[in-house]
């Protein structure tokens, strides 16, 4: 009995900790969630590698901005699909993103809106800009260039 009761415990304990290691992930909170801003430039590099995707674009400025985004299955599973090969160096692209709150040059990806009008949805929780699909490229269109301006012209 005690020997069951161990070997009970014991694969217990195993499951624990792989279904905690499975579903562990970083904290967010290096991101503002709260200030969804629009960044436009080319593409840089769009890095699609686990554990998480990133988009580099160039603006006009010559500044490079980096944003992290979801892992591939998961954007393989969404719809329109995203892929290694759906963005390329140079292609024009809007960023829909939430900025590291440190000032630095980047942030969460909340959407990307491709030149063709195509929305992507690459957010890994770290913005939440893609709950607004609808509202992004309508006020992209009308020259917003913040959720609080959009917002404020309503």
Known sequence: MKKNSFAIAAAALVGATIATG?????????????????????VAKWAFNSPHTFMMIEDAEGTIWAFEGAAPPSLLARSPQMT????????DITVIM????????G???GLFLASDGT???????G???????AEWPEWV?????SKEEAEAAQ
């Open 127 to 133: 913005c939440r800009a893609n709950q607004r699909t």
């Open 84 to 91: 290694g090969e759906t963005f390329a160096v140079g292609d």
């Open 22 to 42: 499975a579903v562990a992930h970083h904290s967010f909170s290096m991101f503002n969630p709260d200030v969804e801003i629009v960044k436009t430039g080319k």
């Open 98 to 105: 939430c900025p590291l709150r440190d000032g630095r040059n």
């Open 119 to 125: 929305v992507y949805n690459p957010s890994d929780a």
């Open 107 to 109: 942030g969460a990806a």
């Open 141 to 145: 269109a009308k020259g917003y260039m």
